[in-house]
């Protein structure tokens, strides 16, 4: 794709997208993804796991990376994720690091067409924070802890983007299990801390986009058309099952509850499982 003024030609090539999960959502969750957006950018999609699953293997082969990090979903499984997914994308050689969460649709066009607006070597930290307000967190690398620290940072379940440029600043904080460590000073998990390492340390802004989604906030709110438009969607826990993009199409609810389908064949319609009549 052209690149715009102040941005640079950029393909999908470029972007190393890291999607983050664990064992239990191998099957109700990856099957998914890898049915829909990342058949369409497989080349750029790494699955970071924490289980040896050898049908995935299959499926992704070397881009099913094993972080050997604990399957328990704490602060500390989370950032040993975190630093591999990190790590694997500076040895990449790629412009821009996306992350992602396994419950998140990647439109690879829109991603591309945000992307493009800048240059990957310029600072860039691009995503949807879900709060209304900066963090404050108390600094335990600064003597007692006494010190606090006031910054922005994007929600890792919407997904956001790291131009190279910036990704390299924060080697000293993140690279080689740096991340941990980091980590421990604020006492914040995986995606705070990187708000925490480029707001806090680095004094980079993080440039907040409305076209990132994660189940935390009301999905039905997105209709349509404009549904296309985004860079990435999700759905609701199962006890908030009803918590989905509102978006008609080849598929029902019972047919595809979490929406990915409806919306993979509306921008995908040569998908060979999708139908070619509309549900009226």
Not at 16 to 22: M, R, S
Not at 29 to 47: C, H, K, M, P, V
Not at 221 to 234: A, I, W, Y
């Amino acid at each position: 794709r052209r690149g715009r003024p102040g941005g640079e030609r950029l393909r999908l090539e470029d972007i190393f997208i890291a999607v983050k999960t664990t064992r239990k959502h191998h099957r109700s969750r990856l099957e998914l993804l890898l049915q829909t957006w990342i058949s369409r950018a497989r080349g750029q999609t790494f699955i970071f796991t924490d289980w040896e699953d050898q049908e995935l293997r299959l499926k992704a082969g070397d881009h099913m990376i094993n972080t050997n990090c604990s399957a328990v979903h704490t602060r500390q499984a989370l950032c040993c994720k975190m630093s591999v997914e990190y790590d694997k994308f500076l040895e990449s050689g790629q412009k821009w690091f996306c992350h992602v969460d396994d419950d998140n649709y990647v439109n690879p066009r829109t991603l591309l067409h945000l992307l493009s607006a800048f240059s990957h070597s310029q600072d860039v930290y691009v995503g949807r924070p879900s709060l209304d307000h900066p963090i404050e967190a108390a600094d335990h690398g600064q003597s007692d802890g006494s010190t606090t620290v006031k910054f922005w940072f994007a929600t890792g379940g919407a997904g956001f983007c790291i131009s190279r440029g910036l990704a390299l600043k924060m080697s000293p904080w993140a690279s080689l299990g740096n991340f941990i460590s980091t980590a421990e000073r604020v006492r914040l998990p995986d995606d705070c801390t990187i708000g925490y390492i480029i707001e806090g340390l680095l004094e980079v802004k993080l440039r907040h986009s409305p076209l990132f989604h994660s189940h935390l906030e009301n999905l039905q709110r997105l209709q349509g058309e404009s549904v296309l438009q985004q860079v990435t969607l999700s759905y609701g826990d199962p006890e908030n099952k009803h918590n989905v993009v509102s978006v008609g199409g080849v598929f029902g609810l019972q047919q595809d509850p979490t929406r990915f389908k409806t919306v993979h064949c509306l921008l995908y319609p040569d998908t060979i499982w999708c139908p070619t009549k509309k549900i009226s």
